[in-house]
Nanobody
Framework: QVRLTESGGGSPQAGGSLRLSCLASESTYSSSYMAWFRQAPGSERVWVATLYRPNSRDYYTYYDASVMGRFTISQDNVKKTLYLQMNNLKPEDTAMYYC??????????????????WGRGVQVTVST
C-alpha cells in the first residue's frame, strides 16, 4: 500500500527551527525521487527540495533558491523516513508542507505533476 505520512509541523517564531518527517511505506520509500513541496494560502504548490537516489548507495540533494542554506533534506533508510530540517525560519516559509515520491526515472524533479505519491501535508506557521 502506498503511503506517505508527514509529521512535525508547528508554529515557530521567525529565526527558529523545525524538523518535518515523512514516514514512507516500504514500496514508496524505494522511489528514486523523494521531495518536499509547500503551498501557501491562495498560492500554487511549489517545490522546496528533492533527494534523488539513482541507486542504493548514492544520493543527491537539490534545493530551491529560497531555502538554500537554511533547509536540509535527508533520509533515514532504517526508519524509511524522509526529513526536512528547517532553520532560520521566516514568515514567508508559512505554508502547508507536502512530502512526495516518484518512482519513474528521469523526471523533472521541480515539477509537482511528475510525482505520483503524496502525503496529506502538515502545517508550518512562522510568526514574527
Amino acid at each position: 500500500q502506498v503511503r506517505l505520512t508527514e509529521s512535525g509541523g508547528g508554529s515557530p517564531q521567525a529565526g527558529g527551527s523545525l524538523r518535518l518527517s515523512c514516514l514512507a511505506s516500504e514500496s514508496t520509500y524505494s522511489s528514486s525521487y523523494m521531495a518536499w513541496f509547500r503551498q501557501a494560502p491562495g498560492s500554487e504548490r511549489v517545490w522546496v527540495a528533492t533527494l534523488y537516489r539513482p541507486n542504493s548507495r548514492d544520493y543527491y540533494t537539490y534545493y530551491d533558491a529560497s531555502v538554500m542554506g537554511r533547509f536540509t533534506i535527508s533520509q533515514d533508510n532504517v526508519k524509511k523516513t524522509l526529513y526536512l530540517q528547517m532553520n532560520n525560519l521566516k514568515p514567508e516559509d508559512t505554508a502547508m508542507y507536502y512530502c512526495a515520491a516518484a518512482s519513474s526515472p528521469g523526471i523533472e524533479y521541480r515539477v509537482s505533476n511528475d510525482y505520483n505519491f503524496w502525503g496529506r501535508g502538515v502545517q508550518v506557521t512562522v510568526s514574527t
